[in-house]
């Protein structure tokens, strides 16, 4: 007789904790299922994101960021330090204790909501039953109303550059070097590429980026991307555009590499090689062929508008379905299924997403670009404010970038907000909470900001929509 709940979560990673909390604070009896172990061979609840995405690479951004200001922002501080040095053993081992004190910390949560944890690969069977493969080989079946499936994401990894581990490696391998690379190669200018392309920069490694794209960052607003094309160039990041990898070798303990542009083919040798192309969807062994749920084109599990798989009781959640893969993206629909189930009135709005790059300088956004909105129709209306004006900025000695309003030309209803520069992971927060209660630009305006604070970027943004900015020409 296997156990019954009311609800098993598939994954424990940033959807499927959420679900499971929320589900437990509904009063449902409610089962985990994971498989991720850390390095003592223990459950490490929290999935990537906690062990080695989001909260891991923080960690060493911030680090890094610590001993590069040393050498070149402090000095205009009137600071000088010599001989600053990298304890790398240090550098890594702060992040470990952060990655085991937020992975506990979910373990915690799980024993204060009642929710019973299994350390194990689970498999959706069919009638809404539950395998799970235990790490001790041992196998057991649970079974539930309703199943959360969240199994979450995986890198791509290249058919002519595969991950070796020491060499050739993934964004986790990127976490755990031993020592700074002297030549370190990326493959691929998104958010996992340049943002630990960063981290070993800073450090002293020469990094080159490919990007096969022959434009920076597609997905963000250009003149943003212009601005942190041209800063990541003044740290040192090599980036290159329309670079596309076709070979990649170990010999001699380091990667010789092959790749084309305009200009034809290219060799590069580098002593490690971060492939950071993206991620897929993680359902490998998740579905039994008769479970009923389907999977598109992609490998992701096929949902509607409320994370349902149309089977009975099957939702899925995360990166394991469309959307971006944004950790809290899986978040809200962890929880928005949670309250479906328990008969509440659950929620995500996709269009006010905030998207953020953790580089130096920070990049974010949310809504609509002007590209978007030219190929929609929609009449706007745009305007803009740098940093270099903002009295905040200029005493932090981060005076780089600009706040990017858009409303529409009509009703002024704010339809996005991109962002580039210091603290710009924080300062969308208050654009993402306007355009959730469809606020104006003039809404924005006649809000009242403290000075001195980089929030009066967005302010002084507002303003110029209607070209009335104080502090610049409009």
Excluded at 48 to 67: E, M, R, W
Excluded at 131 to 148: F, L, P, R, Y
Excluded at 339 to 353: M, Q, R, S
Excluded at 367 to 393: D, H, I, M, N, W
């Amino acid at each position: 007789m296997s156990d019954k709940f009311d609800v098993i979560v598939i994954g424990g990673g940033p959807a499927g904790y959420h679900a499971a909390i929320r589900a437990a604070q509904l009063g449902l009896k409610t089962a985990v299922v994971d498989a991720w172990a850390g390095k003592d061979g223990k459950a490490a609840l929290g999935g990537t994101c906690l062990n080695v995405g989001c909260i891991p690479s923080k960690a060493l951004l911030d680090s890094s960021k610590q001993f590069y200001n040393l050498a070149h922002n402090l000095p205009a501080h009137g600071i000088s330090v010599e001989n600053a040095k990298v304890d790398l053993k240090t550098f890594i081992g702060r992040k470990e204790k952060i990655v085991k004190q937020f992975t506990g910390g979910v373990a915690q949560l799980f024993k204060a909501n009642k929710i019973t944890s299994y350390f194990g690969t689970g498999k959706l069977l069919k009638g809404n039953e539950v395998e799970i493969s235990g790490n001790d080989g041992q196998k057991q079946t649970i079974s539930a109303t309703n199943v959360i499936l969240a199994s979450g994401s995986v890198p791509i990894e290249l058919p002519f550059a595969k991950f070796d581990g020491k060499h050739i490696i993934d964004n986790a391998g990127a976490l755990e070097l031993d020592a700074v690379p002297k030549r370190l190669g990326v493959i691929g200018a998104g958010v996992i590429g340049l943002e630990l392309g960063s981290v070993w920069r800073r450090l002293g490694a020469e990094v080159t980026v490919l990007e096969a794209l022959p434009e920076f960052l597609g997905a963000a607003d250009p003149d943003i991307a212009k601005v942190a094309f041209k800063e990541f160039g003044k740290l040192g990041l090599d980036i290159k555009l329309g670079a596309k990898l076709t070979k990649a070798e170990v010999s001699k303990n380091e990667v010789h590499i092959t790749y084309n542009d305009k200009d034809g083919d290219h060799d590069l040798v580098v002593d490690k090689l971060l492939v950071a192309v993206g991620r897929r969807a993680y359902t490998d062994g998740l579905l039994s062929e008769d479970c009923g749920v389907k999977l598109d084109e992609r490998g992701r599990i096929v949902v509607d508008e409320h994370c349902h798989t149309g089977v009975d009781g099957v939702w899925a959640v995360g990166d394991a379905v469309r959307g971006p893969m944004l950790a809290h993206k899986g978040f809200e629909e962890g929880m928005a299924v949670a309250e479906w189930i328990g008969g509440k009135a659950g929620h995500v709005n996709y269009d006010t997403i905030p998207w953020v790059i953790y580089t130096e300088p920070e990049i974010a956004w949310a809504g609509k670009t002007e590209k978007q909105l030219k190929e929609e129709g929609v009449p706007y209306k745009v305007g803009s404010f740098p940093f270099a004006a903002v009295g905040r900025a200029v005493a932090m000695n981060e005076a780089i970038g600009q706040v990017k309003m858009i409303a529409h030309a009509e009703t002024d209803r704010i339809l996005g907000v991109h962002m580039v520069g210091p603290g710009v992971s924080e300062l969308i927060a208050e654009c993402v909470v306007a355009m959730e209660f469809k606020g104006s630009a003039e809404d924005m305006a006649r809000i009242v900001h403290a000075h001195p604070t980089l929030s009066e970027a967005v302010h002084e943004a507002a303003l110029s929509v209607d070209k009335r900015a104080i502090h610049k020409g409009n």
